[in-house]
């Protein structure tokens, strides 16, 4: 059947740990040969951070009993022997739940109380306030007590409607999307409002993160998670009961709320689960195949996807077959089916995506670790040449080289100034880029936002607002490119120049690319626009559900502006290191020839011992060069094997 999700997830961590050692490696052996200056360094700690941190969320959404969570533990957890995710008849889930894995939390649930609704502040910053958490301490060795816990998510209350209007739980506009009403007139809702799991399994440790999503009412009533979490994740699995098909409310959930990315259509993953309620003792085998393909092209056609993308299983009897070690069993599910089509779509994806970053800046790094090299090349060079013109000359021809060489040094050191004056027509125009793309900007346009969908009535001209926003956006995005473009055309003309007085070999960093960036807030706006449907339009007209939605959308936006003002720090930082690294050389290069002249003077022999030596340097930094090749070259093909087979070769390294 090939690699399960799981092995090629164990072998994806395998890969980043042997990378993340191989850098650490490649950054010492930069820093014995004085070549990690401040823009490599930098480069180095983003590109380690980038693979050491990198997360990959698997959400899986659904209306209630669909089998969601049952579906969960039977890909992830059917190792502890039995079920850990609550997986009973009706509404288990009745929270956002996440999993994943942070070693500086101990093993813990985490739950925010359903009245933080009450609140302006959003998710992200309820993160930033552990105390604010019901926390329930967690015993991974322990399966009962894990189960037990588990629980704790599927806890309600029951309030009154006026509650439950006031948490956002019920609309009078749209009686029905409300909850039940029980017979003493109360509301049954969440406890929680979103959860918490960290606990060390294998695959959460290696960045694993599982988004288990409750149904149609609680996602539509939590903005932040339809426009932030569900968009981001890099993996939907969708649910539906194979018996039923595609309901009235599947259709609502994936109409409104899943967005499927037109880069990478198998990121949406469509599961037509419980296909053991048409297994029929009165049926051939081929006429219950028959009756699971019908039902499923009929889902695809209603959704709109590819026959591929929606894979019939069984959860329950796969769990069952992990769990008794019953292949056949397992066979029949189809489980395995669903884990290929996640291991070869999404770790498939997600590790071109990886591998694509990590040579574009190990190619970067290569060029400016390279190009510090070539200055020592070159300045080796001068001094060869200035040393064997010496060969026969006599002692007043060395003291007028001598000379010449200090005033060299005292022109050079005035030379300072201008270097002094590039930099800070750099800095003034950076902070023109920086502010189109800082904070202040971005808070600014929030707040328009904000008094537009304040307006009186139901907010039919919102996505009109939200167009003018992020039209706005694109532009700030735009003008911060065209700085960029005049900034590195200025750095061109001003190295250019450099250059040819100072004999330095400086060339402009690459320019970043702030184009892609529009790629990104094309997905913010499309999640938002989709989710500003006819419902929550509605919903609009409640000012505290708008500034809800605007600061979800705030947060995501934020992760877009600051990765896109860190690639314009990256490109000062290479810009000034090559200066800082070009000047320092220099002043090396004036003390070696000084030094050189010295001996020839105070020995006839000290010429040829020289030249010698400098031949000796030569050679050395053709082997860092061919090194640092050899380094870089391991890096970008690092294969995918477990890292401990590759601590020989790194040794030897």
Known sequence: MGTSFNEQFDQHGAWRREFALRLKLLSEWLKDHELLDAAIEERLRRLESQVRSDKVMVAFVAEFSRGKSELINAIFFAGYKRRIMPASAGRTTMCPTELGYDAEVPPCLRLLPIETRLQPQPLM??????????????????PAQLAQAFEKVSEVRHVS????????????????????????????????????????????????????????????????????????????????????GVTKSDLAIWREHLIA???????????????????????????????????????????????????????????????????????????????????????????????????????????????????????????????????????????????????????????????????????????????????????LEMAELTRQLRQPG?????????????????????????????????????FRQLNAEYGFSLQPPKEPDLARYERDLELVERSHQQYLGVTNALRLAQPEFADRLVRALATRLRVVYESALGEVELWNKAAAAQLDAQLRERRRNFSRRLEAIERIQQAATGLDDRIAKIESQEAAVDELDAKLAELTAHLVATPMRPAEDAQPELQRA
Request: hydrophobic share 45%.
């Open 261 to 443: 990315d037109s880069d990478n259509p198998g990121s949406h993953l469509v599961v037509l689960n419980k296909i053991d309620t048409m297994w029929d003792a009165l049926s051939t085998g081929t006429q219950v195949q028959a009756q699971i393909d019908r039902q499923r092209a009929t889902s695809a056609e209603i959704l709109g996807v590819a026959p591929e993308q929606v894979i019939p299983v069984s959860a329950q009897k796969a769990l069952v077959a992990k769990v008794k070690n019953d292949p056949a069993l397992l066979a029949a599910s189809q489980l395995p089916v669903l884990e290929k089509a996640l291991s070869e779509g999404v770790m498939g994806q997600r590790q071109k995506i990886l591998r694509g970053a990590v040579a574009t800046n190990i190619a970067e790094l290569r060029t400016e670790a390279g190009r510090a090299l070539n200055i020592r090349r070159r300045d080796l060079a001068e001094q060869m040449i200035e040393l064997k013109g010496l060969r026969g000359k006599n002692t007043s021809v060395i003291r007028h080289m001598r000379a010449r060489i200090e005033q060299e040094q005292r022109d050079f050191d005035v030379s300072g100034a201008k270097i002094h004056a590039v930099r800070s027509v750099h800095l003034k125009l950076l902070r023109e880029v920086f502010t189109l793309l800082g904070t202040a900007t971005m808070k």
């Open 125 to 142: 910053e309820w993160r930033l306030a552990p105390e604010k958490w019901t926390r329930v301490d967690l015993d991974v060795n322990a």
């Open 161 to 244: 409607k006026d509650e439950a209007r006031a948490l956002g739980l019920w609309h009078d506009d749209t009686p029905e999307d409300n909850p039940m009403v029980g017979p003493d007139g109360l509301v049954e809702i969440p406890r929680w409002r979103h959860a918490l799991i960290n606990i060390a399994h294998p695959l959460l440790k290696q960045g694993l993160v599982i988004l288990d999503t409750p149904g149609l009412n609680a996602i539509g009533a939590e903005p932040e998670l339809t426009v932030n979490l569900i968009p981001q994740a890099h993996a939907v699995v969708f649910i539906l009961a194979a018996d039923t």
């Open 458 to 494: 139901i907010k039919l001209g919102v996505r009109r607002a939200y167009a003018l926003t992020f039209d706005k956006l694109r532009e700030g995005l735009r003008k911060a490119q065209a700085n960029s473009n005049d900034i590195q055309s200025m750095l061109t003309g001003t």
